[in-house]
């Protein structure tokens, strides 16, 4: 409360007593009706006398002022009681020094206010590290002339989000990109660890592939996603290019001094340890099927079987396309090939148990076939219609390794 008067009268004593006598009331109601504990306070100013020349008593005034001030609201003795204890948050929310009282209670059991909750400090604020980091901290709290101790415990556990585009595309046999448009964020703000898995990926051969990501945060949690990788082909091959890259090689691998069983087996130990098998990729474009052999050395048995047949028929190398129908429904292509002993089957694929079909006969094959039945025992059964019968006598044995084999 604050009170100002202005008095003006004849004589100065009259002026005096009036103005303690005001002085004296309204300090007395200001003590009866003023709120528990104010401390109020008065303010007079002197008091101003001024006579004219003729003697006359001049105007005089006087002012006074009260105030009344109250003492600010302190915090309860028994605070630490309204603390929840060690106080656990997730990484990336934010955190208040209130978050650690039960608020609710102080002010409905102890009267505390909204504005003497925010003078509770923080003796260090949290860093931006600290709020992302999972882990213990030790925290003091202010308030007022105490000073409470507890602990901030950041636990992680919400997982990275991954977002992928719906497909991806590259060209064929050209490098690719797989993080194209690909994001992944986290709460902890940290270096998250990123895989990629793109095994079944062909890059040597048109088609869509799935391609797979896990992210991983440095609390452990785990995010996947899948996309699909469109590879186009970029390039059409042609004939005369096959025919360039097939004598180039020929030139590597073939002396003039060799027999034709010398020459086949030179063809089947690059073709068998060079072209790798994508047996999920399908052309049979015959141009295409070369040229992934001898360009991009990836493919299937059909690629294969094109890519040696091809070879041997430089070396002038005869022989004949075979095809059986596997159990699965699955097709199968392979060649017998003439030598000087005679027909034999010749098979550059990569074949389970590490059998090198490398011109072996009815009687091998088959003893193959049905050591491994989950390939089907007429793996090497086929229509014998138009076919050449072929040798027994055993001019590579079953064991046989190619040069990547016996390294």
């Known amino acids: 409360?604050?009170?100002?008067?202005?008095?003006q009268g004849k004589t100065v004593q009259c002026l005096r007593a009036t103005l303690c006598a005001v002085a004296l009331g309204v300090l007395f109601v200001s003590c009866s009706n003023g709120a528990a504990g104010a401390a109020p306070s008065v303010e007079m100013s002197s008091v101003k006398e001024e006579t004219d020349t003729g003697g006359k008593e001049s105007m005089t005034q006087i002012s006074a002022s009260f105030t009344d001030e109250q003492e600010k609201p302190s915090f309860p003795r028994n605070l630490a009681a309204y603390l929840y204890g060690d106080l656990h948050s997730e990484a990336g929310s934010a955190v208040s020094v209130t978050d650690f009282f039960d608020t609710q209670a102080l002010q409905a059991k102890e009267g505390v206010t909204d504005e003497l909750l925010d003078r509770l400090q923080l003796a260090e604020p949290f860093t931006d590290a600290q709020l992302v980091t999972a882990g213990t901290y030790p925290v003091e709290i202010l308030a007022g002339e105490m000073r409470l101790k507890t602990k901030l415990i950041i636990q992680d556990t919400t997982p990275p989000v991954i977002t992928v585009p719906d497909y991806l595309t590259g060209k064929r046999g050209e490098t690719i990109s797989y993080k194209q448009g690909v994001t992944v964020t986290d709460n902890s703000r940290a270096e998250i660890s990123l895989e990629i898995n793109i095994d079944e990926v062909m890059v040597n051969m048109e088609g869509s592939y799935p391609v797979y990501y896990r992210?991983?945060?440095?609390?452990?949690?785990?995010?996947?996603?899948?996309?699909?990788?469109?590879i186009e082909d970029a390039h059409v091959p042609t004939e005369e290019e096959n025919r360039i890259l097939a004598k180039q090689l020929l030139a590597e691998i073939v002396?003039?001094?060799?027999?034709?069983?010398?020459?086949t087996t030179a063809v089947f130990d690059w073709c068998h340890d060079n072209i790798i098998p994508r047996p999920k990729a399908v052309n049979w474009d015959i141009v295409y099927g070369i040229y992934d052999g001898l360009y991009y050395k990836e493919g299937n048995c059909f690629t294969s079987f094109v890519t040696s047949t091809y070879l041997l028929d430089l070396l002038g190398t005869e022989s004949r396309r075979v095809t059986s129908v596997l159990s699965n429904g699955a097709t199968h292509v392979w060649s017998l090939v003439r030598v000087e002993s005679g027909w034999y089957h010749f098979d550059t694929t990569k074949l389970p148990g590490g059998y090198c079909c490398l011109l072996q006969t009815d009687a091998q094959v088959n003893a193959y076939a049905a050591s491994y039945p989950a390939m089907g025992k007429n793996r090497f059964q086929f229509r014998e219609t138009g076919m050449p019968g072929r040798s027994e006598a055993v001019i590579v044995e079953s064991d046989y390794q190619s040069p990547s084999m016996r390294r």
Do not use: H, V
């Not at 409360?1 to 008095?7: A, C, E, I, Q």
């Not at 992210?215 to 469109?230: H, L, R, V």
């Not at 002396?255 to 020459?263: H, R």
């Open 215 to 230: 992210a991983t945060d440095p609390s452990g949690n785990t995010a996947e996603a899948m996309t699909q990788m469109i």
């Open 255 to 263: 002396t003039y001094e060799m027999t034709d069983q010398e020459k």
């Open 1 to 7: 409360m604050r009170m100002s008067m202005s008095f």
